[in-house]
């Protein structure tokens, strides 16, 4: 088997839950179930929401909560487990607010999700829409939504105010052998970043050198301007090191075997220049995803949480169906490249 077809492949836990509860120790069992039985199918490592708390609270509380939580993992046979996450920032944690105090409390609970993404298993990447309060849509004082070109010159100022603090969450994240992978999502969930050249042009023109670009091919369907711009957003992340995260997720945000991902165009641009894992990203019908997506399709049912519905594709099933399709799709690619030419 070659080194293409054995590259890593992790599994996004946004398939069973947004809130791991670390203190809640009846549901780490549950966690762990999954886990093991993800890494018997062949996964090799898993991407972890982790939720805000209350935004009165003070973020560095949640620390301890997943520092037991990796030792509950670690004492059920998991340490060997690798673990990303994935992080957003919140109206009360707003990193492109316009008032000191408010980045400032951006920053400090920034710093403890590159601390619990360090506690998880670093060194380990930080992902996520973690730049603009996620959903949060700006309007006029009259109420009146903020689109287009007004939207595009509303974020102007929010960007340059977030600049030096993501230069300083970028130093301690490399301290702690984390690296931030800034996600752009879709304008229907979030107002920008948007695309991937958005992202890149936030962190080249801000100076922030240790950080990249997550790449979704969800959001990259959905919301970039087409193949040409995503050839070229890759080979621009890719040329400054800044290619850290890619997510294979389909447009629909559910099963990945037989979806409209374009597998031909994603992996010819990605495999030559991309060395980190793949992540399969389902998001499954369950709160709050069902709600804030508007899912109408049915649940993947949960082994362990749900009610078995016979004849209907579980949690598990769709997952083994993705890593068998990715590894499939990844074991073709390389002799097309090397048929075309291309290394």
Known sequence: MSDNTRREIFFSFFMFTADLRPDD??????????????????????DLHIAPG?????????VDGYVRLKRAF????????????????????????????????????????????????G????????????????????????????LQDWMRPRYADARSLFRELA????????????????????????????????LEEGGIAPAGVTVDTAQVVMESQGPEVFKRNVARAARQNRLLYVHISAPDRGAVRDSWIPWDLVLAELEP????????????????????????????????????????????????????ELRERIGAVSPALQAAGRP
Do not use: C
């Open 273 to 324: 220049v991309y060395r980190g894992p793949y992540l399969v990203e389902v998001f499954n019908a369950i709160p709050p995803f069902d709600s804030s997506m508007r899912m109408a399709r049915r649940r993947f049912w949960r082994p362990g949480e749900d009610e078995p519905e016979p004849g209907r594709p579980s949690a598990y099933d769709v997952a083994a169906d993705a890593l068998a």
């Open 171 to 202: 130093e301690y994240a490399a301290v702690n052998d984390v690296r931030l992978a800034l996600e752009p999502i879709k304008s229907w969930e979030s107002p920008p970043p948007n695309m991937v050249s958005e992202a890149l042009d936030f």
């Open 25 to 46: 120790t009846r549901y780490t069992q549950t966690l762990i179930s999954h886990l093991k039985a993800l890494t018997d199918m062949g996964y090799d490592g898993f």
């Open 74 to 121: 670690d004492a059920a046979g998991l340490r060997d487990a690798k673990f990303t996450t994935n992080v957003g920032t919140t109206r009360s944690f707003d990193p492109t607010s316009p008032y000191e105090q408010q980045r400032n409390q951006a920053l400090a609970y920034l710093r403890s999700r590159v601390d619990i993404t360090r506690a998880l298993g």
């Open 123 to 150: 060194p380990a990447i930080m992902s996520g829409p973690f730049l603009y309060p996620y959903g949060v849509f700006p309007s006029t004082d009259a109420g009146e939504p903020i689109w287009s070109d007004a």
């Open 54 to 62: 209350p935004g009165t609270a003070d973020p560095n509380l949640d």
